[in-house]
């Protein structure tokens, strides 16, 4: 025990002296996680949808009615209501896949005249090996919005049925790459009006998605929380956004 009092000061400076070596290794304005979690959703006390920290990012125009921290719980929930145009609240990562393959987040889609609740989530991969584009489907669900850099992408989202839960489609059916799968977890306009707890294995839902892929190589590029438009608002509540293995 003597020893290891010794060497701590040591081990502290060698510890110490990876940080900036880490550092550069990492896109700016991406977050890593070390030991395998990544909080994606904590949010600093005075949040402003107009004065967004480096790591996030907003695709499209929307403001503090639109994107609000919960009364709630302020640190830790966002309270999003959607509008004539869609837009995304993302924040940059820099993970690879299957180092924290779990996605975990709670959400509340209030209920409403909604077929797919507006608000979901979205997961932008980095295949490796390719160039990366915009994706096909979201550039669809998200006209005219300017997300970044990425190959593949998921949207996680609450369908108008139960019996949907579990479903995987692509949104591009007619087209070689598939680039943008959809993901429904939960559905049914029954089931919302309170909170639910999920979990999901990305690597699992990427290996389905993209069989000819080597998962062993993707990274995620960004986590966040897309609301589509629609005619009328729609809220949701989203906290605990997290990554982990």
């Keep these: 025990m ?40 904590s949010l600093p006390a005075g949040f402003d949808v107009n004065n967004l920290p480096d790591s996030w990012f907003l695709a499209g125009d929307a403001d503090t009615e639109q994107i609000s921290p919960s009364v709630v719980d302020p640190l830790h929930e966002l309270q999003l209501t959607s509008s004539g145009e ?23 889609p209030k209920s409403g005249d909604w077929k797919y609740h507006p608000v979901r989530l979205l997961v932008g991969f ?15 669900l998200f006209p005219g919005l300017s997300l970044p850099p990425h190959d593949r992408g998921l949207s996680i989202v609450w369908g108008p049925s139960a019996l949907m ?5 692509h949104m591009n059916n007619q087209t070689v790459e598939r680039q943008e799968a959809y993901y429904t977890i939960r559905g ?11 979990t999901v294995d990305l690597s699992h839902l990427y290996a389905k998605a993209w069989p000819g892929d080597d998962a062993s190589r ?7 929380i897309g609301v589509a438009k629609s005619s009328h608002p729609q809220t949701a509540l989203v906290g605990d956004i997290r990554l982990s293995r």
């Design 218 to 224: 993707a990274k995620i590029v960004f986590v966040g």
């Design 188 to 198: 049914g306009r029954e089931n919302a009006g309170r909170w639910w707890t999920e």
């Design 2 to 41: 003597r020893h290891l009092l010794y060497r701590l000061p040591l081990l502290f400076a060698l510890t110490a002296g990876l940080t900036p070596i880490l550092s550069a290794c990492t896109p700016p304005g991406a977050i890593t996680g070390p030991g395998g979690a990544m909080n994606i959703l």
């Design 86 to 108: 869609g837009f995304a609240l993302i924040r940059k990562t820099d993970a690879v896949l299957l180092a924290t393959p779990y996605l975990n987040w709670r959400w509340n």
């Design 126 to 140: 980095n295949e490796g090996g390719t160039t990366p584009s915009k994706l096909k489907g979201l550039a669809k």
């Design 165 to 169: 839960r579990g479903t995987l489609i």
